[in-house]
């Protein structure tokens, strides 16, 4: 699958932003959807994760209540709904993917996805 992160900018400091992630296959059902950053100097982070079916979802505690993953398997698209954004946000946010066994797996370990966009930057300024 070929995934495509778009709607990236720059924005204010808690202002909000809407991230989207388009996949290629039909077979987008399929897959669990991740969202990860990569700040300048650091390692890639985890951010979100949705199970294909939508229904369960899991966030790392620096987000946890400020975004919301979600997904439109009809369209074929992940988003990450982004609030209260902060200066410490900034970052290159990748989509990412991996064939769901089941509908309700999701996973923040970076090394189960297989399939990755190219990265969409979004800068908060202070």
């Known amino acids: 699958v070929q995934l495509q992160a778009s709607g990236g900018g720059l924005v204010q400091t808690g202002g909000s932003l809407r991230i989207s992630c388009a996949a290629s296959r039909r077979a987008f059902n399929t897959y669990v959807m991740g969202w990860f950053r990569q700040a300048p100097g650091k390692e890639r982070e985890f951010v979100a994760t949705?199970?294909?079916?939508?229904?369960?979802?899991y966030y790392a505690d620096s987000v946890k209540g400020r975004f919301t993953i979600s997904r439109d398997n009809a369209r074929s698209t992940a988003y990450l709904q982004m609030n209260s954004l902060k200066p410490e946000d900034t970052a290159v946010y990748y989509c990412?993917?991996?064939?769901?066994?089941?509908?309700?797996?999701?996973?923040?370990?970076?090394?189960?996805?297989?399939?990755w966009g190219q990265g969409t930057q979004v800068t908060v300024s202070s």
């Open positions: 990412a993917a991996f064939y769901g066994r089941l509908p309700q797996i999701t996973s923040q370990d970076i090394n189960n996805y297989d399939h």
């Open positions: 949705i199970s294909r079916s939508g229904v369960v979802t």
